[in-house]
């Protein structure tokens, strides 16, 4: 499976963005999806995921500000990110599996200004 995504860029603190990530070659409807990122000279972190039912879990400096969600339909996965702060600041990585996160993007980056 080939994990593409888009959407990232430079923001304002306070602004939003909304990343995309489609798959190709297969179906994800049966995969569980998440997002994760990197920020410079820190560890690889879980931001938010999705299982195939649809419900979201995210870590606790994202929530109630990301929104992550599927359209099985166009293969694709969404975060939402709202009021951006500049520790938000990373690479961005798709992530999908059946079990466990298997497949992986190549990342996108996100850069929110104060």
């Known amino acids: 499976v080939q994990l593409v995504e888009s959407g990232g860029g430079l923001v304002q603190a306070g602004g939003s963005l909304r990343l995309s990530c489609a798959a190709s070659?297969?179906?994800?409807?049966?995969?569980?999806m998440g997002w994760f990122r990197q920020a410079p000279g820190k560890e690889r972190e879980f931001v938010a995921g999705?299982?195939?039912?649809?419900?979201?879990n995210y870590a606790d400096s994202v929530k109630g500000r990301f929104t992550i969600s599927r359209d099985n339909a166009k293969n694709t996965v969404y975060l939402q990110m709202n009021s951006l702060k500049p520790e938000d600041t990373a690479v961005y990585y798709c992530?999908?599996?059946?079990?466990?996160?298997?497949?992986w993007g190549q990342g996108t980056q996100v850069t929110v200004s104060s």
């Open positions: 070659e297969r179906s994800i409807s049966n995969y569980a």
């Open positions: 992530a999908a599996g059946p079990l466990g996160y298997k497949y």
């Open positions: 999705i299982r195939r039912n649809g419900d979201g």
